[in-house]
């Protein structure tokens, strides 16, 4: 894979690390590794493909980059539930972390730093939320949110908010949540917080591998994979987050499936420039992924959108371009009958510079098609998804619209988009749809 800035040019490697910062610490300066504060000014840091948007930081202490990027593709090694070898941790680590770094299940040499010290990029540990109405005052329709409904407590976290903080600890319907985005990998995912007994709140360490996310506890400093939700370095190397159903849609369809949900407020206690995208053209279809080293299969673009879905070790990625032809995918995985359904009106999240005026890539998930001992069949009939068996009308979140099964709900599976280089390096096994 062709590396996005040459090594030999510091000035070129200083901008790279400058988009990692933007999409893990947008208002992280590249001359410091600071913890944020809602006061001070942000150093101004030249780069071509990135739009500095107005914030506020407060630099304390200085960034040095250790990590030099790779002049070839390296050969990424998938984790482990077996410890590796004591080997010694990445550099710096031991002095942020008390995390026992003798127990790990990956290569040490697969993380690189971002540019941030540990929880560098806030996470949200005490988020507000307002009603749908007042949320509409600063909300596009077409702008992208996860979606997280649980025991009728329906929420909406928009990715506006998300970009700049990557984790919110939230309870949804009483029950202790964390839910997640990392911009490098476009992977918005929703886990429960508590395990074997104990309830985590979770924090970024401002380091990457394969580009994704590394989240730490704070109750044990066990790093964990935002992609895959495992345990990969500490106490807790091996255990398995348990993956929540978690869709990315618009605003529009959230509001209009529940217009009494609650939406996560920009009342966060940072100021942030809520709404603006700070690596614009990111998601550039022939452009390359940041910061990851490894090699990507040529199936895709690296930068291809896929919806993804492991089930009973069965992998299987949908690439977007397909969705957006078929609307609508009956498929098997892991033996279980499935249905995909696309629809147009939600808006990239990494394309221009305001996140409401990018490019429609609409929103895509995935339901059993097994209701009530039926196994149903869909269609796409031109404008509407309908079943074959009562020509009932869906929507894309699952619901019958209309039709002899109008208000019956699928069951969610958990789908999570990525990009392609993203999916394929924690999933090379997959399977890739195609009609």
């Not at 770094?101 to 996470?123: M, N, Q, R, T, V």
């Not at 380091?207 to 992609?227: G, P, V």
């Not at 618009?250 to 100021?271: C, I, Q």
């Not at 614009?280 to 990851?292: K, M, R």
Request: hydrophobic share 40%; glycine share 6%; aromatic share 10%.
């Amino acid at each position: 894979m062709k590396l996005p800035f040459p090594k030999k040019s510091l000035y070129l490697w200083l901008m790279a690390g400058s988009l990692t910062l933007a999409a893990c610490a947008p208002v992280l300066a590249i001359e410091s590794a600071a913890q944020y504060t809602p006061e001070g000014t942000p150093a101004e840091v030249p780069n071509p493909t990135i739009t500095r948007m107005e914030d506020t930081v407060e630099a304390t202490e200085e960034f040095e980059p250790t990590i030099e990027p790779a002049e070839t593709p390296i050969d990424i090694p998938t984790a482990t539930n077996t410890p590796l070898p004591e080997e010694e941790p990445p550099p710096g680590t031991e002095r942020e972390f008390s995390t026992d770094f003798s127990i790990h299940s990956i290569p040490y040499l697969e993380i690189l730093s971002g540019g941030p010290p540990k929880d560098g990029i806030p996470a949200i540990d005490n988020p507000k939320f307002v009603s749908v109405s007042e949320a509409d005052d600063w909300l596009e329709d077409v702008e992208p949110v996860i979606m997280i409904d649980r025991n009728s407590d329906s929420r909406a976290y928009p990715i506006q908010i998300l970009m700049w903080h990557e984790i919110v600890n939230d309870e949804v319907g009483d029950d202790p949540i964390v839910v997640t985005f990392c911009p490098l990998c476009n992977t918005g995912i929703a886990f429960e917080r508590t395990v074997d007994g104990q309830v985590f709140d979770f924090g970024t360490t401002g380091r990457l591998r394969n580009s994704n996310l590394i989240m730490y506890d704070r109750q044990t400093e066990t790093w964990w994979q935002q992609a895959t939700g495992e345990g990969i370095a500490g106490e807790m190397t091996g255990t398995q987050l348990v993956f929540l159903p978690a869709a990315m849609i618009s605003w529009k369809d959230f509001k209009t499936a529940h217009p009494d949900g609650l939406v996560l407020s920009r009342e966060t206690g940072f100021s942030r420039a809520y709404g603006n995208n700070p690596y614009t053209g990111y998601d550039n279809i022939n452009s390359s992924p940041f910061l990851f080293r490894g090699d990507t299969p040529d199936e895709l673009p690296a930068m291809a959108r896929v919806l993804t879905v492991e089930l009973n070790g069965d992998a299987v990625a949908y690439p977007n371009d397909v969705l957006q032809e078929q609307h609508v995918v009956n498929d098997r995985i892991g033996e279980t009958e499935v249905v995909v359904i696309w629809q147009a009106g939600t808006a990239s999240a990494l394309d221009e510079s305001k996140i409401a005026t990018s490019s429609d890539v609409g929103a895509a998930n995935v339901f059993s098609r097994e209701l009530d001992g039926q196994t149903l069949t869909f269609i796409y009939d031109g404008s509407i998804i309908i079943d074959e068996q009562t020509g009932s009308e869906w929507d894309v979140l699952g619901k019958a619209v209309s039709g002899e099964l109008a208000g019956k709900q699928l069951e969610p599976i958990v789908a999570i988009n990525h990009f392609w280089f993203s999916w394929a390096a924690f999933m090379p096994e997959t399977r890739i749809y195609q009609p």
